[in-house]
Structures are given as structure tokens and as C-alpha cells.
């Protein structure tokens, strides 16, 4: 077996209490590592076609990636995995933390559940042993009290790690997360819901197994160079001056290919947080439903929610396993109150400009209810907004809110609702399978105020801005994410760099150049699912990744943990392999990928008429051909053809 493995799946049946250890095949890890590949070469071979998502054939998967507990810096990402019932893709989301290691520790690479318990159980696996438990009394409690009722309950020298799900998952929202270490959520998909489908309340590990490597020195050697890229933190802008530079970027005719560096040190000094205001100068963060701009958000407006708004209630920086960057923080809670995670730009985003709403201590709120509940701030957040223009057009009235008024900014209205949405009360419950669903229920036209890709609602980041972003948003396997590419994304991995036959951006380019639907873009697009499909088989965080490809050396941990080098373009193979099985899943289930679209606000069509974006319109359906070819799939299709099924053994 290949050394950065531990060569063992744990599968486990709900539905009769059954559970087992397997032995992966060799040739598993040769194609697709371990991580997010190992998940798809199972759950392609597992879930039948037509599978219901919250029914028994479903396949629930966590895995973690091969260099997880290697001594590789910014390693400790996990996956959870499933059909989702949000989208009925394939279904994945993204986590940190300290549960990747977890699941190695306990000497699996993942674990996978089907069927449906009878009664609610959580499974705990330790060095020893691996057993499901009766969780009856843990039904119902919030994520952060899951987490601690099973701490006390398992107090031996090693505190358990723990995935669970909220009352959100319980109620199978379709909109509904994984939850780990107090609010860090595997959001998106709605795997939470399949978690709460089959009374799978907690997965609970304390694990102690040691990972082997063939060069730990040389492992350890790399890590001490990307440290020290990481803790070279120059003075930096105040958080008006990066509002202004928003505005630079947003009026000057031309772009500068973006160094990864510079994000670095925002994610440095406040986090995810550091971007709110400039994203939003610059028509990177949707305003007023993807409707709006900064001038309905201005300066005075967002400097409400200015990064050090969210970073003077921090009282420690949080960092995930085997990150010296440390992007998280942990905040003060309200009196009595304990301490939560603080807001996520994406989250600060989707509760703030894209409804209006500039007020952050309802912000802080919402973030700490969805975290406690395991609900999607992104896909609540968009929900509301949809709402808000629903009620707006008098689609829906105070008698169909609850008497809630539905202005836009009302954020009083807002924590009300989310309240209702994690409850399933009233017009909580329609709301609370996401916006897709809702606007069938309403009908009356209100698809159009309904901004999602295949289901999924649209992250906070602008496919006007950048439409890489909307390609990626459409054409992805699990699609409507913004952590797989974006031509933003391309520049920072700077791939070029190691493998020749990638487009090498100019320094300087008109922004104009940005909507060309050339061959180009189609190839950067691919290399960004290459090669985030490579970290997510790693385990391997994408903020890291930023980095670009010579300051954080992935392939070169990965040659030095197994001891089998290999070049760059075959490790970005790897990462093809796994977007054809992906692909494949999706074929299987029945879903046409030409089907899955990209709500037209969000591609300009019409464009807008003022802002950052006005005028621009991405015509991302002339891409989908050269994007389908760069894998070997059928270009007028995107179906994988047997050829390229063949190349991987499927």
C-alpha cells in the first residue's frame, strides 16, 4: 500500500446495524489518491441509478485527503460527499478543522454509510473499535451542544472530533450542513439532510494512528519554506484603504494578473472578512438580489461592515489543522452567550449587500443561529433575498409571511425569518428547501428572482465580474460553487509555471479581454478543475493553494509522502480522472449537464445599466464544447465517452 494511505475504507449500513472494514485496491489510489477521488470512484460504483437522495440507497461519505496527517501545511481539509438532494448531482462540501486527520487516525481513508437507521444513532470509532450508539437523546439538541454532550461522553485522553448535524439537518432542510468544531460547516449540497434522512445524528472519532511517510524529513523541509512565505507579513492597508483600491480596480480600463501574495496578507490580518467592502466596490459581491451595485451599497453604506467591524469582537485567532495561516477567529458572544465563529465573507455577503442589510449585529446573529442549526449561510442568505423580491412584486404578502415584513434591510425581519427557516414554521417552511424549490411552490414567475446554477444558490462572487466564475457555476459536476475556478483563481494557482502547455496570463490585460469565449479560457477553466479536484484528493485547503504552485509544492509533499515521483501533468490527470467520474455520477443519475443553468441575472442577459458590471454580459455557452474536449468527453454532450471511462477502469 502506498505510504500517506492507511488502505481502509469503513463501510457502515444503517439500516441493519452492519459494519465493516475494506481493503481499497492499489490501483484506486494510483488513479485518484484519496479524498474527494477516492469518494467518487465509491459512490459511482454504490449509488444505483435514479437513487432518491434522502432514501436508502443514497451514500453518505466523509474522506480525507492523502497528505491529511502528513506534516503538510494546510492539510487538513474533508470532504463530505453524497447525491445531493438540493441539486440531484453529485454532491460534495468542503470543510476544515481537525476532523480530516481524525478519520486517519482512526486508520480509514473514509467512511461511508447507507441505508436508514431505525432510531437515531451517531457511529464511534477509536483505535479499537468502531460502533454505532443510540442518539435519541442528542436528537434535537443544536450542533455546538451535540458537540459538547458527546465530548463528556467519551472523556478518555483523546477528545473525540466530531461531525454532526443541527435542527436543520434533523428537519432535512435541503439546505442543511456538516457541522464541526462549534460552526465550521461542510455547507453546501444539502448533505446535511441526507445526514438527518438517515438518522445519522454524529460521527464521533478518537483515533490515535500514526500516518506512515517515505520522506518525513523531506515532507517537513517544504513545510518550513511555505511557513515562512506565510509568516512574512509586511504592513498592510487599513480596511478603507482596500475599500478605495476596490474602487481603483472597479474604474481603471485594465487588470493586473493577481499574485496570491496579496490575499495572503488580507486573509492574515482579518480574514475572510478583509474583502467585504472591496469586493463590493469593485462588482465582486452581488448587491440586492445580483440587481443591484455599489452605488445601492455605497461606501458610507458598507463601511458598517468593514473588516475591523468583524474583527473587534475577536478573542483568538482560529486555525484548522496543520494551517499557519489562521483565517478563522472566534468571537465574544453576546452576555452569556458563548463563543461562536466569526462570519465568513461569504456569509457577511449573502446576510449583508445581497439583501440590504448593514447592520452587523443582526449579521452576527444569523451567522452564530445558521452555525448552531447546520444551515447554509450562503443558500439562506439568497433565500431571503429571493423573498425580499417576491414580496416586493407582491408575489407573496404579510399573510403569507407571518406578518413579517419583508422590506429589503429589514434585518429584524431577517433573523425572524431565519428562525422560522431552521424551525420549519410558516413561511419558514417554504423557504427552507432554498430558493429553486420555493419559486415552484410560488410560482407566478418568481423563478426569475430565484438565483441558483442547477438548484444550488449562487455563491457571493460575481460571474459578471469574473465569468470564469459563471462557467464554473454551470459546468462543474456539483455545480452553482465558487471554490473549484474562476480565471481570478487561474492567475493565483499560477500552473503555468510548472506545466508549459498552460496559457500564460499577461501581466497587464484590458478588462474586455476577461469575456473572449476562446479556447484559452476553456483551458484555464479545465486546469482549475484539474488541479482543485487534486486538492480536494489531498486534502489540501484552497487559500494554500493561492499561494500559487512554487510557494505551496503539492506535488512535490505528494512525491515526498509516497516515495513515487510523478510529474506535474500527470498529478493533473489525477485531478481529470476525477472530474470524469464525477461527470459519469452525474450521467448515471440521469442528469444532462447542458440543463444545468446559470440564472440569467447573473450572466448580465439583461446587463446592467450602471456599476461596476454595467454592460457586461458572459456568453458561457460558447465555452462548454473546448471545456468538454480538454477532458476527452463527448463535445456536444459533455458525456464521458468510453474511451475515457476506460482509461480509469470504470
Known amino acids: 500500500m502506498g505510504l500517506g494511505y492507511t488502505g481502509k475504507i469503513l ?5 441493519t446495524g452492519r459494519i465493516r472494514s475494506e481493503t481499497v485496491p492499489e490501483w484506486i489510489y494510483e488513479q485518484f489518491l484519496s479524498g474527494v477521488g477516492l469518494a467518487a470512484w465509491y459512490l459511482y460504483r454504490h449509488i444505483p441509478t435514479d437513487a432518491d437522495p434522502l432514501g436508502p440507497e443514497n451514500v453518505l461519505g466523509f474522506a480525507a485527503g492523502a497528505l491529511t496527517g502528513t506534516g503538510s501545511l494546510f492539510s487538513g481539509r474533508w470532504m463530505v460527499v453524497g447525491k445531493s438532494p438540493l441539486t440531484g448531482c453529485w454532491g460534495e462540501a468542503n470543510c476544515g478543522g481537525t476532523f480530516a486527520p481524525a478519520i486517519k487516525q482512526c486508520g480509514y481513508d473514509g467512511i461511508f454509510f447507507s441505508g436508514i437507521s431505525p432510531h437515531p444513532v451517531y ?27 458527546l465530548c463528556a461522553m467519551h472523556p478518555g485522553r483523546k477528545r473525540p472530533r466530531i461531525a454532526c448535524i443541527g435542527p436543520a439537518g434533523e428537519r432535512q432542510s435541503l439546505i442543511a450542513g456538516v457541522v464541526h468544531d462549534g460552526g465550521r460547516l461542510a455547507a453546501r449540497a444539502g448533505l446535511g439532510a441526507v445526514m438527518g434522512a438517515k438518522r445519522l445524528k454524529a460521527v464521533a472519532l478518537a483515533g490515535s494512528q500514526r500516518i506512515k511517510v517515505h520522506d518525513r524529513s523531506g515532507v517537513l523541509r517544504l513545510s518550513r519554506e511555505v511557513s515562512a512565505t506565510v509568516q512574512n507579513q509586511p504592513p498592510f492597508v487599513s480596511g478603507k484603504v482596500a475599500a478605495y483600491l476596490g474602487r481603483l480596480i472597479r474604474v481603471l480600463p485594465t487588470q493586473m494578473e493577481t499574485d496570491g501574495l496579496l490575499y495572503k496578507m488580507i486573509l492574515r490580518k482579518w480574514g475572510t472578512v478583509g474583502m467585504n467592502q472591496m469586493s463590493i466596490e469593485m462588482g465582486d459581491a452581488p448587491v440586492q438580489n445580483w440587481r443591484g451595485t455599489h452605488h445601492d451599497f455605497d461606501l458610507d453604506t458598507s463601511s458598517r461592515l468593514a473588516p475591523e467591524v468583524f474583527t473587534r469582537p475577536v478573542v483568538a485567532k482560529y486555525f484548522c489543522y496543520s494551517c499557519p495561516l489562521g483565517c478563522g477567529a472566534l468571537v465574544e458572544g453576546a ?30 446573529q444569523m451567522n452564530e443561529m445558521l452555525n448552531r442549526a447546520g444551515m447554509d449561510s450562503i443558500s439562506a442568505g439568497a433565500t431571503i433575498a429571493f423573498a425580499m423580491e417576491c414580496y416586493e ?78 462557467l464554473h457555476y454551470a459546468v462543474e459536476p456539483a455545480p452553482g460553487r465558487h471554490t473549484v475556478g474562476s480565471f481570478l483563481y487561474y492567475e493565483m494557482f499560477q500552473l503555468w509555471r510548472e506545466i508549459e502547455d498552460l496559457p500564460d496570463p499577461s ?105 461596476a458590471n454595467e454592460g457586461r454580459s458572459v456568453a458561457v455557452e460558447k465555452l462548454l464544447k473546448d471545456y468538454f474536449r480538454q477532458f476527452g468527453w463527448d463535445e456536444g454532450t459533455g458525456r464521458p465517452t468510453e474511451k475515457a471511462l476506460g482509461d480509469i477502469n470504470l
Not at 463501510?11 to 439500516?15: F, G, Q
Not at 415584513?405 to 427557516?421: E, P
Request: aromatic share 8%.
Open 123 to 149: 457511529l464511534f470509532a477509536d483505535n479499537n473499535t468502531a460502533e454505532l450508539r443510540d442518539a435519541t437523546d442528542l436528537w434535537g439538541l443544536d450542533a455546538g451542544a451535540t458537540e459538547a454532550r
Open 11 to 15: 463501510v457502515v449500513d444503517l439500516t
Open 335 to 364: 452576555p452569556g452567550a458563548p463563543r461562536g465563529h466569526r462570519p465568513e465573507y461569504e456569509t457577511a455577503m449573502a446576510l449583508g449587500p445581497l439583501c440590504l442589510n448593514a447592520d452587523s449585529d443582526s449579521i452576527f
Open 393 to 470: 412584486h407582491g408575489l407573496i404578502t404579510r399573510a403569507d409571511t407571518d406578518g413579517l415584513d419583508l422590506s429589503w434591510g429589514n434585518s429584524a425581519a431577517m433573523v425572524a425569518l431565519i428562525d422560522k427557516m431552521i424551525r420549519r414554521e410558516g413561511i419558514g417552511d417554504l423557504l427552507a428547501d432554498g430558493s429553486r424549490m420555493a419559486a415552484r411552490r410560488i410560482g407566478a414567475g418568481s423563478g426569475r428572482f430565484a438565483m441558483h446554477a442547477g438548484g444550488q444558490e449562487l455563491p457571493m462572487h460575481d460571474s459578471r465580474f469574473d465569468p470564469g466564475f459563471a
Open 507 to 611: 501581466r497587464f490585460y484590458l478588462k474586455r479581454r476577461k469575456y473572449d469565449t476562446d479556447l484559452e479560457k476553456a483551458r484555464m477553466a479545465a486546469a482549475c478543475s484539474q488541479f482543485v479536484n487534486l486538492l480536494n484528493a489531498a486534502g489540501i485547503c484552497l487559500f494554500g493553494a493561492f499561494l500559487g504552485i512554487r510557494r505551496l509544492p503539492v506535488f512535490q509533499w505528494l512525491d515526498a509522502v509516497s516515495g513515487r515521483p510523478r510529474s506535474p501533468e500527470v498529478y493533473l490527470q489525477i485531478g481529470a480522472n476525477i472530474q470524469t467520474v464525477r461527470q459519469a455520477f452525474n450521467f448515471r443519475q440521469g442528469i444532462d449537464p447542458l440543463v444545468i443553468r446559470v440564472s440569467d441575472r447573473a450572466l448580465g442577459r439583461p446587463p446592467q445599466s450602471r456599476g
